[in-house]
């Protein structure tokens, strides 16, 4: 920090397990890569290739590269292990992965049908190759899981695997853990925090509303993603108070009544 205020949260360093940021990079140059990482890359520590980007993205050894030599771990979008295993071409998906030397695989069945079994194999297997992490959840709306289930869900690939699951919410933010209008669905967040320990789950939560519900609600050091580049200095703003959205929310609740008090 350029100067020490008090009373800011302890936030972790990396290598984070919690307080982890997951950016979603839907086609950065290599020069607005270079920028980002220069502007906010101690913050971030997953980028991902949203969906099936890295098929059409520029530059993409290049700006892995810059990735890795800057301590943050790509990976390529879940969609895009749907878009290979709807074609039946799985062992072409894993070289693709080996290719590009990632570290991480995203498994996900947000866009297909595929049952809960089958998908624990995939994370079984992929788990020798790479550190992989799940998503939970569909991003088809109508489709309704209960609450159970999405803790069945991520119990089960936790068990099977995978490093973190991802709680689905596409990257506007209005599906999966969501209600169509964007504010957060309490109860099945309530019920998945209550049987799910939070260190492992990712909330996607692209919008600043739903960033500062997450951290009322979990402190400074919840899991965050699908954050875009442009927004990581905010987000890391609220995630330690600097910000109106979060102002109160760390100081002492002496100080903060004493403020009240004074100037009510």
């Known amino acids: ?13 990396k290598p984070r397990k919690s307080g982890l940021t997951m950016v979603m990079d839907k086609g950065l140059s290599v020069r607005e890569t270079e920028d980002f990482i220069s502007s906010a890359g101690e913050f971030v520590d997953f980028v991902k290739f949203g969906f099936g980007t890295s098929l059409i993205t520029k530059n993409l050894e290049e700006k892995i590269k810059l990735y890795n030599d800057a301590n943050i771990r790509p990976y390529f979008g879940g969609t895009l292990f749907e878009m290979f295993l709807v074609r039946g071409m799985y062992d072409e998906f894993r070289r693709f992965i080996d290719r590009y030397r990632l570290d991480l695989i995203e498994i996900s069945d947000g866009s297909i049908s595929l049952p809960h079994e089958e998908k624990l194999k995939y994370i079984r297997e992929l788990s020798t190759q790479a550190t992989v992490i799940s998503e939970v959840g569909s991003k088809v709306a109508g489709i309704v899981i209960s609450h159970d289930k999405w803790v069945e ?22 599906i999966g853990i969501y ?11 309530n019920d998945i925090i209550e049987h799910v320990d939070t260190d492992n789950i990712i909330w996607e939560a692209p919008n600043k509303s739903q960033q500062v519900w997450f951290i009322k609600l979990l402190g400074c050091n919840v899991n965050l993603g699908n954050i875009a580049p442009n927004e990581i200095i905010a987000l890391e703003t609220l995630r330690l108070g600097l910000r109106g959205d979060t102002f109160f929310q760390f100081l002492p609740e002496e100080i903060t009544r004493q403020y009240i008090m004074k100037h009510s």
Do not use: C, Q, W
């Open 179 to 189: 209600n169509p209008d964007g504010t957060a669905n309490k109860e099945l967040i």
């Open 153 to 174: 869900m991520m119990k089960l690939e936790l068990e099977a695997g995978s490093y973190k699951v991802i709680a689905e919410a596409r990257e506007s933010g209005n």
């Open 1 to 13: 920090m350029n100067f020490h205020l008090p009373f800011i949260p302890s936030r972790s360093s």
